[in-house]
């Protein structure tokens, strides 16, 4: 994984105009250990599809995922975004020289699942019943690993997630028998840090498990290129807003069920 995912402007690339209002709230939510943490949620003015639970890259919740929330709102979906480092520096809104690679060496896997669940918990507060994890870098690799059955969510979206051994620690790739589809992953041709034998390795894990599975690989994009602002990648993120969001409809219908092959999108 990078050491930096986005820098604190950056901003989420918008899928098109919106086709519902949305409002949006800060919020404290408490995990399992007794333990505060930050959350950021949007809802939709009509909801038409499952809820997206946020999972940010390293630097925690921060604005890209905030409006993030707000995108995927506009299009129909409760999103709620999370962070991870409630237990080491608070709930409150950070600058833009937040030391987050400090907070995340002390981040530890049952307190990030822990705080997971409580995020899934509170969208099933909100109503909904059907949450999906979107999940960026860091991020991408935990919406992997929540892709068990314990977590209760119907879908898995992540983008750029290293899915192989890290720091000696067994990832998505070592658990694909304990996940369960669909699983929809994005990544970057020219990541320099999941290179396409990892990608390929966790697709044949995940097909040797029989898990249900859409991965596609966006020739000569850097990691983090779901971004705005970037004219080289404008057509990498209008592709990959489309496939998330028809995943997300799919999913909601149950139509993907059986393990797809690794796509390579030209």
Not at 24 to 42: K, P, Q
Not at 52 to 67: C, M, Q, T
């Amino acid at each position: 994984m990078s050491p930096v995912c986005y820098e604190p402007d950056s901003v989420p690339p918008a899928h098109g105009s919106p086709i519902t209002t949305v409002t949006s709230e800060r919020l404290v939510l408490t995990s399992a250990d007794g333990a505060n943490f930050a959350a950021h949620l949007s809802r939709p003015g009509r909801a038409s599809g499952p809820a997206v639970l946020v999972l940010p890259d390293n630097r925690g919740l921060s604005g890209f995922y905030e409006r993030l929330t707000e995108r995927l709102a506009e299009q129909g979906h409760t999103a709620l975004a999370i962070d991870y480092f409630g237990r080491t520096a608070g709930t409150d809104p950070r600058p833009d020289d937040f030391p987050f690679m400090e907070h995340l060496g002390r981040a530890h896997k049952d307190g990030l699942f822990a705080d997971i669940a409580a995020g899934a918990a509170h969208l099933r507060g909100e109503g909904c019943e059907e949450i999906v994890s979107l999940g960026f870098c860091f991020g991408g690799r935990l919406a992997f690993m929540a892709a068990r059955p314990g977590f209760g969510l119907v879908g898995t979206i992540g983008l750029y997630g290293y899915p192989d051994v890290l720091f000696g620690n067994p990832g998505p790739t070592q658990m694909a028998g304990e996940l369960r589809g669909p699983i929809l992953g994005l990544f970057g041709g020219a990541d320099e840090g999941i290179s396409p034998e990892v990608v390929s390795a966790f697709g044949e894990a995940l097909e040797g498990a029989g898990v249900a599975h859409e991965f596609v690989t966006y020739p000569g994009a850097p990691h983090s290129f779901f971004e705005l602002g970037r004219p080289e990648l404008v057509e990498a993120c209008a592709d990959a807003w489309v496939r998330i969001l028809a995943f997300l409809r799919r999913t909601a219908r149950g139509d993907l069920t059986s393990p797809r092959a690794v796509t390579i999108q030209d």
